[in-house]
Structures are given as structure tokens and as C-alpha cells.
């Protein structure tokens, strides 16, 4: 396994893999994770979402990445629940991902050019989203 000692940067809103136990393995899309330093990631999880259930139980979870640019990378963090609603976002908590490790999957055989393309079928919700990443950019200038 090849690691990093840094985070990539990568674009807003790309979709990424989070995965966390407290139980069986479990993995859900995320698009709104934001990038929050060298080291930390932030995003933003609905209060009903059974993934915040499982990371107040344990904290120990990944965030598998691929976008375009040529970043293909696993976060392995620990999540600390830093807000448990963000200023207009009612209902949606803000979660730290401190970086324990990041394993880079990158290989000089293949290039990644595209991420997964994510669009909102509904204007709110698009609304939403960009509101909440919004809230998370400003929370991690903090």
C-alpha cells in the first residue's frame, strides 16, 4: 500500500465513498465532503442518516475518493460530529474526518480522468446541497 502524507485537492461536489462499521461494513455517496486542510476532511450527513448512528457508536470510518484530476485515494479517519446542525441546514450535522492515514491508489498503468457525475434531479435539493457545502467551506475556515 502506498500512502500519502496529504490530502488531494479535489472539486466541489464530487461524489465520494464513505464507509463506517458499528456493525457490518457499511457504505454510503457522499457529495458533500470539503476538503478542510492537509489532514481533514469535513461533510455533512443528515441527523436521521443511520451512517451519523454508526460513527457516534464508532468513529473509526473511510473516505474513498476518485475524481478527476488523476486522485484515487482512501481516507482512514476518525469522525468527531462538530456541529450537530449547521446554520441554515437544519436537520444536518457537520462531521470532522481527522486523517489518520490516506492510502493512495494511484498506479502509473492508469489514469483517473473523470469522477463520478453527480446532478440533483430537484431544484431544492440542489439548492440544499450547495447551501450545506457552503456551510461546511466556511466551517472548515475556522
Request: hydrophobic share 45%; glycine share 8%.
Amino acid at each position: 500500500m502506498s500512502s500519502m502524507t496529504e490530502l488531494p485537492a479535489w472539486e466541489p461536489g464530487t461524489v465520494c465513498v464513505l464507509s463506517t462499521g458499528g456493525g457490518a461494513p457499511h457504505a454510503i455517496p457522499v457529495s458533500t465532503a470539503v476538503r478542510a486542510g492537509s489532514r481533514r476532511v469535513l461533510l455533512a450527513l443528515a441527523a436521521r442518516r443511520e451512517t451519523l448512528a454508526r460513527l457516534r457508536r464508532e468513529p473509526r470510518c473511510a473516505l474513498t475518493v476518485m475524481a478527476a484530476g488523476d486522485v484515487a485515494c482512501t481516507v482512514h479517519a476518525r469522525a468527531e460530529i462538530v456541529e450537530e446542525s449547521l446554520p441554515g441546514a437544519e436537520g444536518v450535522a457537520a462531521v470532522s474526518l481527522e486523517v489518520d492515514a490516506i492510502q493512495d491508489h494511484m498506479q502509473p498503468r492508469f489514469a483517473i480522468t473523470a469522477g463520478v457525475a453527480w446532478d440533483w434531479t430537484d431544484d431544492d435539493a440542489r439548492a440544499s446541497d450547495a447551501d450545506v457545502r457552503g456551510a461546511l467551506e466556511e466551517l472548515a475556515r475556522r
